[in-house]
């Protein structure tokens, strides 16, 4: 069934996109948001649990300010701690992210599993970027974060990736922003090429859930389609927002 959970200040809460580690709100205010979050999704049956070390979130948080180039990224640090947490409580062995742009979004997702926000031992957290330029770009800011090769970015168009993964994908976060005409709609020919090697339990999410919704149609309907998925769950925390489905 399609829900919702909205904060009350999710209008207000604004970052600027070139200044992506201005705090923009008390520490404990972040925390407090995501964890009604994690608690609504907990007791829609997206997550077994809500519990996840804060202490390396931060450390993650840290590393990717110092070590990473980042021109500008629409995650807020709200969306940076859900990401983060996300992947901690279901630990994914394989996570795919698709439209990584510099790698902010994916080392959101992959600081869970490499580098000293670690808190599991993945098996491949792969990053993908249509754009050769950003691709290299990206994956010489994972590196950095990452020396051992687990998370790593590819230059190439996600559908293909997905479709060619030959192991299960637990966790399929989706922001590509496709053609002109496409736009957002890219993430649905992204889910449909992946779906079948999702296990039950797996998550996808779908940034920009709130802003691009009009583009983002025919996927929210077919991620809210109790059919396809088993919960679905659109989270507006800040003005993109981050539709979180559960297979
Ligand atoms: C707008 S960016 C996402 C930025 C991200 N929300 C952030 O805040 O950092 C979307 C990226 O998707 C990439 N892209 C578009 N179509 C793609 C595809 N089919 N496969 C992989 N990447 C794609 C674009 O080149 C672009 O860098």
């Known amino acids: 069934m399609a829900q919702e959970y909205r904060t009350d200040d999710w209008e207000q809460y ?7 580690h201005r705090e923009l709100e008390p520490l404990d ?6 964890d009604g979050v994690l608690e609504a999704l907990h007791a829609a049956g997206a997550l077994p649990h809500t519990t996840y ?3 390396k979130m931060l450390a993650h948080r840290r ?11 629409a995650i807020s640090p709200r969306m940076q701690r859900l990401l983060y947490a996300l992947n901690a409580i279901i630990q994914p062995e394989n996570m795919i992210a698709a439209g990584v742009f510099c790698g902010n979004t994916f080392i959101s997702n992959a600081g869970a599993g490499v580098g000293p926000g670690a808190c599991y031992t ?12 950003e691709a290299e770009r990206a994956e010489r800011n994972v590196r950095r974060i990452d020396p051992t090769g687990i998370a790593r970015v ?24 496709g053609t002109p ?16 090697t999702m296990p039950e339990g797996s998550l996808v999410l779908a940034h920009n859930s709130v802003n691009a919704a009009e583009r983002l149609e025919h996927y929210l309907a077919f991620v809210r389609d109790p059919a396809n ?11 993109e927002g981050l539709e979180v489905s559960v297979k």
């Open 229 to 239: 998925f088993r919960e679905s769950v659109n989270v507006v925390l800040d003005p």
């Open 154 to 177: 590819l230059a190439a168009d996600a559908i293909d990736v997905v479709a060619d993964f030959a192991e299960p994908i637990q966790l399929l976060y989706l922001d590509a922003d």
């Open 14 to 20: 604004r970052m600027t996109y070139r200044e992506p």
């Open 181 to 196: 005409e496409k736009g957002k709609g890219i993430y649905l020919d992204i889910l449909q090429a992946a779906i079948d």
């Open 122 to 133: 993945a098996g491949q957290l792969i990053g993908v970027e249509i754009k050769p330029e």
């Open 53 to 55: 070390d804060g202490d």
């Open 29 to 34: 205010a972040e925390i407090a948001v995501v």
């Open 63 to 73: 590393a990717v300010a110092e070590m990473f180039e980042i021109p500008w990224t």
